[in-house]
Each structure stands twice: as structure tokens, then as C-alpha cells.
């Protein structure tokens, strides 16, 4: 609907948190799922500190469990793929609401209107009204659904 290229869903490695998802335009990761922003490495590679260091650990049993953390974040990754076609336009909405930025071209949104749709001034020249709506509507929707996230985290 929106030729969104950014996207926020649960995270499948911290169902507490978000992840947050993009879609490059341009390079060799050009229509693939990547972590936003791109300087996070959480998702995109397994850093040496994230892994635990155990002196005693045999080298072996270090490996597969580099090679273990790697496959779970390559299948979360299809997952994410996954769910984003599945719902593409929720997943845009979410990401806007939560990050207060276009859901198009990843800018910051400052006007009220832009926050609205999700959608910065620049992105949103040409659309129909009703797409406006449901944009906003897909919006408001994915405040509630983090207001109700929040509210059991508190009770």
C-alpha cells in the first residue's frame, strides 16, 4: 500500500522489545530485511563481547556456540521477513508511531499531520485521501497496540 521501507515488529529474540527493520534501496543488501538503524550490530553480526567468555571453554564447544547464536539469528531474521510481507502496512505504521519517523524514507517527522499518517510531508505529496486515512488509521492503531504492551509490563 504505502511502499514503505521501514517496519518495526516484536522482537523474536527479545519478545519484550522492538526491532526495528529496513529495506535498503541501494547497495548489496538492496530489497533485503536489514536492522535499522544500520550502524546496529545487535542483529547483524555476533560481536566478540556479546559472546561469553568462558577460559575453560573447550574450542569446540566456543564454535558451536557461535555457530548456534548465528543460525538463531539467521532464522529470526526470515521470521522478521516473514511477518513484515504478512502485514507490511501494520508493521510501517508501527515503526512511525514508535519512532516518530517517515515510514517511507526513515526522516524525522516534526508536524502534527506528518505524525498522524506516519508519513513525512515530502512522501505523502501525491496520495489519495483515502490512503492518508488508512495510514492513520494503521497509525493510531499502533499506539494502542503499545499503549496495552505497556500497561501489562506495569501491572
Not at 505504521?93 to 506528518?114: E, M, N, W
Request: net charge positive.
Amino acid at each position: 500500500m504505502t511502499e514503505s521501507r521501514y517496519f518495526a515488529v516484536p522482537d523474536l529474540l527479545d519478545p519484550a522489545q522492538m526491532s526495528y527493520w529496513y529495506r535498503p534501496t541501494s547497495g548489496r543488501n538492496a530489497g533485503q530485511l536489514a536492522p535499522w538503524p544500520p550502524r546496529r550490530s545487535r542483529w547483524g553480526q555476533l560481536l566478540t563481547k556479546d559472546i561469553p567468555f568462558d577460559p575453560v571453554l573447550d574450542p569446540k564447544r566456543y564454535r558451536h556456540f557461535v555457530c548456534g547464536q548465528v543460525a538463531a539469528i539467521n532464522i529470526a531474521k526470515g521470521q522478521v521477513d516473514v511477518i513484515v510481507g504478512r502485514d507490511p502496512d501494520t508493521a510501517a505504521a508501527r515503526f512511525a508511531a514508535l519512532t516518530i519517523r517517515c515510514c517511507r524514507c526513515g526522516k524525522q517527522l516534526s508536524d502534527a499531520r506528518s505524525k498522524i499518517h506516519g508519513v513525512g510531508p515530502e512522501c505523502r505529496s501525491g496520495m489519495s485521501a483515502d490512503l492518508l486515512g488508512l495510514l492513520a488509521d494503521a497509525v493510531r492503531a499502533a499506539h494502542g497496540e503499545y499503549a496495552r504492551t505497556q500497561e501489562g509490563h506495569h501491572a
